[in-house]
């Protein structure tokens, strides 16, 4: 059986081109055309002789995932269907914001972790995405920016489906992949992972100091409240997020943002922007106000233009770095926690 040959590390690479007695410097070309370049058929290695590309193409296969669907918001916003080689489907968005290209991406197909205001907790995780899977979203994510807005993508944000510290050793992978020279070179300032909150990742992430950025989908900063929306904070609770979050900060030096969508008759009175501003004082944070974008499967709502406004202000007045983030690509079920494979359906 054929190896998929993005699966292995440069070092890898080089033992296997020592074994088939290929010259090292043949190995740096092929990762260099894997990587930097992109390529996905090993006939477009035009620099390796021919026989090379064909004892390649003998003994390894690249697995591309490939578009399926795309659609277009009023707004710019670009939402795309990728389909894997299993016939799995994620999705990914491409968001045209002041002046800035992001790309959110996923990570898993479907989520274990059953949030109540996400459309992809209504779906079952089916499995892991590999880190080659999440580097092909970021590199059509960039191409669909640059035939759409004349230039390539700023910003990376782990968003979209799934949680990204439970496919820790793929998504590090990629965000290795995405940062190195020998990779896409991007910088990892402009690579945000969200997590809704695994304590012992988040360390763990703080440990392998990798320069990305943090953000905590928090949503409700009192247990109880937070347990209902979001079952995982039964076990990962305020306390022991606190805790994490304050660890990153002190080994990264990066400053994690809080993203709390803001939700009619749920988490939006003067006491929870209270309760907010104390937990986003634990630690040295920033504050995303999310304007919620309603899902079929749930009954949420989003608080009123104003009542968003009030709870912004409440914050402000406490001192706290507050962003309101309108929200973008809702009328294509684009926007944060609408992503549930509904485009080819
Ligand atoms: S918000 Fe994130 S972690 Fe929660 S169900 Fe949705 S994709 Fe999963």
Redesign the pocket.
Known sequence: MKKDIRKLTPEALNAWALEAGVPAYRARQIYAWLWQKGALEFAEMTDLPLALRQQLADAFEIKPIQISAQQISRDGTIKTAFRQHDGNQVEGVMIPSGGRNTACVSSQVG?S???KF?A??YLDRQRNLEAAEIVDQVRMLDQLAREHTGKGLSNIVYMG???PLLNYQEVMRSVELLTSPQGLGMSPQRITIST?GIAKMIKRLADDNTGVQLAL?LHAANDAARTAL?PINESNGLDLLAEAMSYFYDKTGNRPTLEYTVMEGVNDTVKEMEELAAFARRFPSKINLIEYNPISMADFRPSSHSGLQDFAQGLERKRLIVNVRRSRGKDIDAAC?QLANKLDK
Do not use: I, Q, R
């Open positions: 989520c972790l059953n949030c996400c992809t907790g489906m799934g949680e809704a989908s979001m926690g």
